[in-house]
């Protein structure tokens, strides 16, 4: 089945740690978006990629980085200048031609 | 600036409607996107506007008035299971990069 797969489902960071959160697509999508969301808040984006080997920052892109070296993968690093990296992580994707993103299932990340 | 306005949270009796308001202003504007969200779980899809009018699809509607910068969801013989956040989403043009805008939600509460 085509879908977007992010991984690992729970995460945790050591203080001074950098992580990388996985998502991999097969929907074929030209599109990626990186969202982190906080309890009781709406999707905030961090960054997104219409095109291979191009991205762009989101609303709040600063402590995070990203690649997008294929068109199925677009991995999201939270870095160690990210001083408050506790949220839930959503990816999705998109055509680009007037179809709703599909999300995947989120990863959550907490400090240790 | 972006601003997305909706009501935190609304309660509802099982079987009756429910229309939740998102009022938004943005730089630019390329339709509008309603999605669910259950608590812990990614968002999905229920429906986007382009033009002004009514979508319907099954119990849901939305609205949308571009010139009033104004949509609505409607949601018809409301379930138990329909008790989520409802996440209001205009898009930005594809030459802004095609970006999601998301409201913080609104949450509904579907007493029996």
């Known amino acids: 089945d085509g879908g977007i797969t992010q991984s690992p489902k729970y995460l945790f960071r050591k203080e001074g740690q950098n992580v990388t959160l996985s998502c991999e697509q097969n929907?074929?999508?030209?599109?990626m978006y990186w969202y982190r969301q906080d309890p009781g808040q709406g999707l905030r984006l961090i960054y997104y990629?219409?095109?291979?080997?191009?991205?762009q920052k989101g609303d709040i892109a600063e402590g995070y980085s990203v690649s997008r070296e294929k068109k199925e993968s677009f991995p999201l690093t939270v870095t160690s200048a990210q001083k408050n990296p506790t949220a839930f992580y959503l990816c999705?994707?998109?055509?680009?031609?007037?179809?709703?993103?599909?999300f995947g299932d989120g990863t959550r990340l907490s400090i240790l | 600036g972006q601003n997305i306005d909706q009501p935190t949270e609304m309660t509802a009796t099982e079987g009756a409607i429910v229309q939740i308001n998102c009022t938004y202003q943005?730089?630019?504007?390329?339709?509008l996107f309603w999605y669910q969200q259950h608590a812990g779980e990614a968002p999905t899809f229920l429906s986007y506007?382009?033009?002004?009018g009514l979508e319907e699809k099954g119990r849901f509607s939305s609205f949308l008035s571009r010139s009033k910068g104004y949509s609505y969801l409607l949601l018809k013989e409301l379930q138990m299971k329909d008790s989520a956040s409802y996440l209001c989403?205009?898009?930005?043009?594809?030459?802004?990069?095609?970006?999601?805008?998301f409201g913080q939600g609104t949450e509904l509460s579907v007493k029996p």
């Open positions: 989403a205009p898009m930005s043009p594809y030459n802004q990069g095609g970006k999601l805008i």
């Open positions: 943005t730089s630019g504007f390329n339709g």
């Open positions: 929907l074929n999508h030209d599109a």
């Open positions: 990629s219409q095109i291979v080997n191009d991205f």
């Open positions: 999705a994707s998109e055509t680009l031609d007037g179809q709703p993103q599909h």
């Open positions: 506007n382009v033009l002004d």
